[in-house]
């Protein structure tokens, strides 16, 4: 890719450039003119016009020419994953995998979209005379905001959600990667029926900021939770709403039942896929007593025979490549540092070259140390004894954050079991990583990893309003609905509500039962009371039945 400038001036009236840097080589390849604070109102305007023809369009419209993109991104794949190689370091085939997943997800949602997006029909409850039902508006403009290490696979599906949902998007991608971001957006440049409703904005996290003040009409971060913070807190001035997919500190407890060499095998994987840079990677492993020695055995060896190293080609066989942003370096580096300081000791790995730092083991590791209660974010993973079950789910929840985990037993029944007792999102049983690639399985974080959900029907929805409709003709008489609102109807209105919701016999018939021994009430009045009252609870009863069966 040559050097290119797309529209823009500079930010603070002087030229702000993204360098595009190959962090395995450190070797500048292009770069991009930061977008200015008028390019985000003007393109939030645009946005806001453009938001109108989008959602007019039928869904199965907006399905149609989605689908170019799933088509673009498998016939240009190479393209993609050549630039996503240059631009992070990661090998092509994990560029792939990214390709992979989003394709996947493109095709299922464009597949459900148009049934998930229906309307419905809602009981009326005892508003019998009116039809209910409802419909999932889109909110307008969304602004989409996205980090480096999953330069493809955390822009696109927020992005492709929010379309297929009704909405015009406003992406900003990651400054780290921007070579991406900008491939990206020539993607969509090369689909005519697409491109009107998305605009790009290149450039750091003062675009991000600006994005925010342009009142977007919903937000979805995917980033630090310390930018969670900053946007939530610039966000709460508008009103705006806020997804929120932020880091992680992903625990991995191996039980004395687990299959050790493949809970070793999948759990060095899951810490040093894409070089530790994984929201959901394995950041802590608890390991129970018995089997404690038997796994780190395990573990170093599957740990030694990572091969590191980059290459731009698509026959590569190294497993982890270089770390992609110098500001992960000095947090690693501060990481390991703290836990030395405070006992713990590195049993692999723990030098760096540049960009390179070998995959790095550590024990005799405790939770006073950063190392085990922040996220470290790189290839650094530490490994620490627990006496059964109950310490290691202690310690798993004994953090802020809460993305995922996964539990390693071959009872798993008892995995189960264990996975319900941990305070997280999502849990992997005997895997690390993979349920992230399941496109309709919810994820996201509870405490200070985030707010909301991506894939799935919740995530299709949250980029929805609902909205509300009752219809019918002005209310009758003797619809619930005037009783209520006329008085002199208390008696009337206290009947019903215990002929409708008493929660037994008794409480159901109790006003019958009342006007039957009242004294006062002539004999003939009462025959008439209790031949109303009974048809009353057989007609609460009958409407009951229909409106559950009508649900
Ligand atoms: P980051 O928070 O530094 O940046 C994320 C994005 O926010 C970037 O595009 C950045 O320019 C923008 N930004 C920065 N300041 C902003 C501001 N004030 N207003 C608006 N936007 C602003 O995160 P990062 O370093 O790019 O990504 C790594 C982090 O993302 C890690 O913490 C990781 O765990 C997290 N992450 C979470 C998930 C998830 O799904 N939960 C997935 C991947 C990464």
Not at 146 to 156: D, F, K, Q, S
Request: some cysteine.
């Amino acid at each position: 890719m040559t050097s290119e400038v797309i529209k823009g001036r500079p930010l603070n009236g002087k030229a702000d450039y993204l360098p595009f840097v190959n962090p395995a080589t450190g070797e500048q390849f292009g770069s991009v003119v930061m977008g200015t604070e008028a390019d985000v109102q003007n393109a939030r305007r645009e946005m806001a016009t453009a938001a109108r023809a989008w959602a007019a369009k039928p869904v199965k419209e907006r399905v149609r020419i989605v689908r170019q993109l799933q088509t673009l991104l498998i016939d240009e794949m190479d393209e993609i994953t050549a630039v996503m190689n240059q631009d992070n370091g990661k090998s092509r085939q994990d560029a792939l995998a990214e390709l992979f997943m989003t394709v996947d997800l493109i095709n299922q949602y464009c597949n459900r979209a148009p049934r998930w997006l229906r309307r419905r029909r809602i009981s009326p409850g005892l508003q019998i005379f009116k039809r209910c039902y409802i419909e999932q508006h889109p909110h307008g403009v969304v602004g989409v905001i996205g980090p480096w290490n999953y330069p493809l696979v955390l822009i696109l599906p927020p992005v492709i959600s929010a379309l297929l949902a009704g909405n015009t998007v406003l992406v900003k991608p990651s400054e780290v990667t921007a070579a991406t971001g900008v491939m990206i957006e020539k993607l969509f440049q090369k689909l005519p029926e697409l491109a009107p409703f998305v605009r790009f904005l290149h450039g750091d996290g003062r675009v991000g900021a600006a994005l925010v003040q342009s009142k977007p009409d919903l937000i979805f971060l995917t980033g630090s939770t310390k930018t969670g913070r900053l946007v939530m807190r610039a966000a709460a001035e508008n009103m705006t709403p806020v997804v929120c997919e932020l880091g992680g500190k992903d625990p991995m407890i191996v039980l004395e039942d687990a299959d050790i060499e493949a809970a070793a095998r999948w759990g060095a994987w899951g810490a040093f896929y894409n070089t530790g840079q994984t929201c959901m990677a394995v950041e802590r492993i608890y390991v129970v007593e018995s089997v404690y020695d038997r796994f780190l055995e395990a573990f170093l060896e599957e740990t030694r025979q990572l091969k590191q190293g980059y290459s731009p080609e698509i026959d590569n066989l190294n497993d982890i490549g270089p770390l992609t942003f110098q500001r992960q370096v000095d947090i690693i580096e501060d990481h390991v540092e703290d836990a030395l300081t405070k006992g713990a000791q590195i049993i692999h790995g723990g030098n760096r070259d540049g960009m390179y730092m070998e995959p790095t083991v550590m024990v005799n590791v405790d939770h006073s140390m950063k190392i085990m209660r922040e996220e470290t974010f790189g290839p650094v993973v530490p490994i620490m004894m627990v006496d059964d079950e109950v310490h290691a789910i202690q310690l798993a929840n004994d953090s802020n954050l809460g993305l995922s985990a996964s539990v390693w037993s071959r009872d798993l029944a008892r995995g189960e079991r264990v996975a319900k007792e941990l305070y997280v999102g999502s849990v992997n049983i005997n895997d690390t990583m993979s349920h992230f690639a399941i496109p309709r399985l919810p994820f996201g974080g509870v405490k200070e990893s985030g707010i909301g959900r991506t894939h799935g029907k919740k995530d299709l929805l949250q980029f929805t309003q609902t909205r509300a409709y009752v219809v019918g003709n002005p209310p009758l008489p003797f619809d619930i609905a005037t009783i209520l609102r006329q008085p002199g109807n208390y008696k009337l209105g206290s009947g019903i509500i215990h002929l409708a919701f008493g929660t037994s016999p008794k409480q159901k018939l109790k006003p019958v039962v009342e006007l039957i021994e009242d004294k006062e009430v002539k004999p003939k009045a009462r025959k008439v009371g209790t031949a109303v009252g009974l048809t009353a609870a057989l007609g609460a009863a009958i409407i009951a039945f229909v409106l559950r069966t009508r649900k």
